[in-house]
C-alpha cells in the first residue's frame, strides 16, 4: 500500500487498485507495523460519513488485491442457457433474441452446466451456473446485478436469473372457481 499525492494505491498478488481521497480525510501508511489509519479534519456529520466509507473502501480494496471477489448467479428455467464467447456472456433466456452484455475489463466470467436435484420434487434439473469473479468488489456486484436485470425471477414458476442462495417469494397461480 502506498500514498500518492491524494491517491492511495493497493497492489497484491491479484492485481492493483487506485482510490482518490477525500479532501476531508487524511490517510497515513505506517510500513512497520502494516497500519492504515484513516482520520476526518473536523466532528461533523459529512466528515464522520466520508471517514467510514474510506475506511471501508480501502478494507475492501486489500481484500480484492488479496483473495478477490465471486458472485455466483443461477439460471433456472427450460430452455434457458448462458456462454460466455469472445469477451461477452450470451443469454438465452425467453426473449426472441439472445441477450449479449459485454464483460467489463478486470472481470472473469464462466458459465457452465451443473445438475442439482430439484428440493422436494424427487428429480433433478440442469442449471446454468454463471460466476463473476474479480478484485474490485464494486465491479463484481455491478456487473451480476446487470446480468440478473436482464431476467429476475418471476414469483410464479420461479423462472430467471437469480443470487445462489436467494430466496424467491413464490406466489399461488390463479385458480378457476365456477360460480352457480
Known amino acids: 500500500m502506498a500514498l500518492e499525492g491524494e491517491r492511495v494505491v493497493v497492489s497484491g498478488p491479484k492485481g492493483e487498485l487506485a482510490l482518490a481521497l477525500h479532501p ?8 512497520g507495523e502494516r497500519l ?18 474510506t475506511r471501508s473502501l480501502i478494507a475492501n480494496m486489500v481484500t480484492g488485491v488479496t483473495e478477490g471477489y465471486q458472485k ?16 461477452e456472456l450470451i443469454l438465452q433466456v425467453g426473449y426472441s433474441h439472445p441477450v449479449e452484455l459485454p464483460i467489463p475489463q478486470g472481470l472473469e ?12 420434487r424427487g428429480g433433478s434439473a440442469v442449471i446454468q451456473v454463471i460466476t463473476v469473479t ?8 455491478e456487473f451480476a446485478a446487470e446480468v440478473r436485470r436482464v431476467k429476475p425471477p418471476e414469483p410464479y414458476l420461479g423462472k430467471g436469473i437469480r443470487y ?3 430466496e424467491i417469494r413464490r406466489k399461488v397461480g390463479k ?4 360460480v352457480g
Open 72 to 87: 455466483v448467479l443461477e439460471v433456472h428455467g427450460v430452455g434457458y442457457r448462458a456462454r460466455v464467447e469472445g469477451g
Open 175 to 178: 385458480s378457476f372457481v365456477s
Open 134 to 141: 474479480g478484485i474490485d468488489k464494486q465491479l463484481v456486484g
Open 164 to 166: 445462489r442462495g436467494e
Open 24 to 31: 476531508a480525510v487524511r490517510v497515513t501508511v505506517d510500513e
Open 109 to 120: 466470467v464462466t458459465a457452465e452446466q451443473v445438475r442439482r436435484t430439484a428440493e422436494g
Open 36 to 53: 492504515v489509519r484513516v482520520e476526518r479534519s473536523t466532528n461533523q456529520k459529512f466528515h464522520r460519513a466520508m471517514h467510514g466509507t
